[in-house]
């Protein structure tokens, strides 16, 4: 069922992207709603607050497991996006889905099959997956 349902989100975005054919457009674009997302972040902190950043340097000791390194980190976010934050967010990552899919679309790249092989890699090398 989850399979149908990203099939169907790839179509759609196959149906709707008209004035970005290229694939350098979609990269762009792709690229762009990337940062996007960056900027609503960023004035979630800065204009609204709702959320801030409280970040320095993690004192991490030398002798810890891989395991234990979790203990010793965070997100630096402290506080609870506001719905209206949240919701501009959420639609600046569903435009930066919109164009992930067309991109994937022009490779010729199934995007649910992408999250599949992903999800294997993660599962099987776990804590040893470090991008």
């Given at each position: 069922m989850k399979d149908l349902l990203c099939d169907?989100?790839?179509?759609?975005?196959?149906?709707?992207?008209?004035?970005?054919?290229?694939?350098?457009?979609v990269l762009s674009k792709l690229q762009e709603a990337s940062a996007r997302?960056?900027?609503?972040?960023?004035?979630?902190?800065?204009?609204?607050?709702?959320?801030?950043?409280?970040?320095?340097?993690r004192d991490i000791p030398d002798n810890i497991s891989i395991l234990e390194l979790k203990q010793y980190t965070d997100s630096h976010l402290n506080g609870e996006l506001c719905p209206k934050c949240q919701e501009i967010i959420e639609a600046e990552i569903g435009r930066t889905l919109f164009y992930l899919a067309?991109?994937?679309?022009?490779?010729?790249?199934?995007?649910y099959d992408v999250f599949i092989k992903e999800h294997k890699k993660l599962s099987t090398l776990r804590y040893f997956n470090f991008t």
């Open positions: 169907e989100f790839q179509n759609t975005v196959s149906e709707l992207l008209i004035r970005h054919q290229s694939v350098l457009d997302i960056n900027r609503a972040v960023t004035k979630s902190v800065t204009s609204c607050g709702c959320i801030e950043v409280t970040a320095k340097k067309a991109l994937c679309n022009h490779m010729d790249i199934n995007l």
